[in-house]
C-alpha cells in the first residue's frame, strides 16, 4: 500500500490539469468593451443605432448608413470588484479530521483590465462599404494573494482575447442592407495556482501550475438593417465564435518527470452570439432603444486537450442580455444617453471563486461632446451590479478529496471609457 505522501505527490499533475480547466474557462467569459457610446447606453439599440464607426462591432449591415469616411479609436477600462464571504477551506488536515476548516474569506480579489478599440468605414458609393475593426469581446482579471489559504482555487487568472475585424454591407434599396464580415481573434491566457500550505506540506511543493497559452482562430459575421424611416430603424446580426486551439505550457514545480513541464493543444469553444436592436427618434430631441442579445454558452459543455483528454465537464446554459436606454438630443454640442441592461449568467452548477458569475444589473450614462460638425469626443461609464452566489469547489483524485472549499462570492464592476469620432 503506497504511504499517504507518495500517493499525494503522484496525485500533483492530476490536481493541476484539473485546476487548469477549472480557470481556463475564464476565456469564455465576455467583455461589452467595444465603445464609450454603447457603454453610456448599456449597449441598447447599439446594432442599428450607427451613431459613430463603431457600430461594425455589431452589425456590418449599418456602415451603408455612413456617407463619408468614419473614424473613431478609444479605450475602456474595467474594474472588477470580488468578494468571497463567509468563505471556509478544508485541506488535508481538515480532511484527515486533524484540523478545523480555515477562514477563506478574501476582499477585492478583482483587477483593472484595459481594452482599446479601432473602427473605421469608408463607404465607395451609395450601395457599397467597407469596413475594418479592432477591439475585445472575451476577457476576464482576477488575482488573490499568495497568502490565501485556498490559493489553488484563486490564484491569478488573466485571460484576454483581440478581434481583428473586416467588413462588407450592400443596400438594396431604401429599407434593407445587408452586411458580412470575417474575424481573426487571438486568444492569450497566464494562470497561477499555488498550493495551500496544508497540501504543500505533504507534497513537498508550493506551486501548483504555471500556465502561459496562446492561439488564432477565424469567425465571421452577418447583419441586416431594415430603416422604416429616418426615425425608426430595426437591425439583427449573428456571430459565429470559432473554437480557438491555444497551446501552452503547463509548469508543475516539484514534480520530476516531463521535466516538470507539459506542452498541449487546448481547444476553447467560445459561444456564438445574436442581437436584434431597435431604434426610434420620438422628436427632435428624444429617442428610445433596446436590444435583445442571445448567447450560445450552451456550447461549452466540456474541456479536452489533445494529450491529457478530458479535463473537466460543465453544465452552463445559454445566456440572454436585455438593454433598454434613451438618448437626449441637447443642443448641437452636448448630447446625452443612459441605459439598462439586465445579464442572465452562463454558469448553472459548476462555480469559481476565481471567476465568479450571476445575474447582473447595468446601470449606464454617457455624453457626448461636439467639438464641429466632423469631430465628437463621448464618455460612458457603467456600474455593473451582481447578486451573492453560494459556490462549493473540491480538488479530487481516484475518489479521495484533497481540499474543499465553501463561501458566497459576490462580484460588481465599474466600466468608463473614452472615445474620439471623426468623420471626413
Not at 105 to 117: E, H, I, L, M, Q
Not at 162 to 183: I, K, M, P, T, V
Amino acid at each position: 500500500m503506497k504511504k499517504p505522501c507518495e500517493y499525494y505527490k503522484k496525485a500533483l499533475i492530476a490536481v493541476a490539469v484539473s485546476l487548469t480547466a477549472q480557470q481556463a474557462a475564464a476565456a469564455g467569459f465576455q467583455v461589452n468593451a467595444q465603445s464609450a457610446t454603447g457603454l453610456g447606453r448599456a449597449f441598447a439599440g447599439d446594432a442599428v443605432i450607427a451613431d459613430n464607426a463603431s457600430v461594425i462591432s455589431k452589425n456590418p449591415a449599418a456602415m451603408t448608413m455612413f456617407d463619408s469616411v468614419s473614424l473613431s479609436l478609444g479605450v475602456e477600462t474595467i474594474t472588477t470588484l470580488i468578494d468571497v464571504k463567509n468563505g471556509q477551506y478544508c485541506g488535508l488536515g481538515c480532511q484527515l479530521g486533524a484540523t478545523s476548516a480555515e477562514d477563506a474569506s478574501y476582499d477585492n480579489a478583482g483587477d483593472t483590465s484595459v481594452a482599446p478599440n479601432f473602427y473605421l468605414i469608408v463607404p465607395v458609393d451609395d450601395k457599397f462599404a467597407w469596413g475594418f475593426s479592432a477591439y475585445s469581446n472575451f476577457g476576464t482579471k482576477t488575482e488573490f494573494s499568495n497568502s490565501y489559504e485556498g490559493y489553488e482555487y484563486g490564484g491569478t487568472t488573466d485571460v484576454k482575447s483581440f478581434n481583428l475585424g473586416l467588413s462588407g454591407a450592400y443596400r438594396l434599396d431604401e429599407q434593407w442592407s445587408l452586411g458580412a464580415g470575417l474575424d481573426l481573434i487571438y486568444g492569450k491566457g497566464k494562470l497561477q495556482r499555488s498550493f495551500s500550505s496544508s497540501i504543500a506540506a505533504v507534497a513537498g511543493t508550493s506551486t501548483a501550475l504555471d500556465v502561459d497559452a496562446d492561439g488564432w482562430a477565424a469567425g465571421f459575421n452577418l447583419g441586416v438593417v431594415y430603416e422604416m424611416d429616418t426615425d425608426n430603424r430595426f437591425g439583427f446580426d449573428y456571430h459565429y465564435s470559432p473554437e480557438i486551439k491555444t497551446k501552452g505550457d503547463i509548469s508543475y514545480a516539484g514534480y520530476p518527470q516531463a521535466s516538470g513541464s507539459i506542452t498541449d493543444h487546448l481547444p476553447l469553444k467560445l459561444p456564438d452570439f445574436a442581437e436584434f436592436s431597435g431604434y426610434h427618434r420620438l422628436n427632435e430631441d428624444f429617442a428610445v432603444h433596446y436590444s435583445i442579445q442571445w448567447l450560445k454558452w450552451s456550447e461549452f459543455s466540456q474541456l479536452e486537450a489533445d494529450t491529457s483528454g478530458l479535463l473537466k465537464t460543465y453544465n452552463w446554459q445559454d445566456g440572454w442580455h436585455y438593454a433598454l436606454g434613451g438618448t437626449y438630443y441637447m443642443n448641437k454640442t452636448w448630447t446625452l444617453r443612459a441605459g439598462y441592461m439586465f445579464d442572465t449568467s452562463a454558469q448553472n452548477d459548476t462555480r469559481s471563486i476565481s471567476v465568479p458569475d450571476s445575474d447582473r444589473h447595468w446601470f449606464s450614462a454617457g455624453v457626448s461632446y461636439h467639438l464641429d460638425e466632423q469631430s465628437t469626443v463621448d464618455f460612458g461609464m457603467t456600474y455593473l451590479l451582481g447578486r451573492d452566489v453560494d459556490v462549493t469547489e473540491s480538488t479530487r483524485m481516484s475518489g479521495m478529496t484533497l481540499s474543499t472549499l465553501d463561501g458566497t462570492t459576490h462580484a460588481d464592476a465599474i466600466m468608463l471609457a473614452i472615445q474620439y469620432s471623426h468623420s471626413f
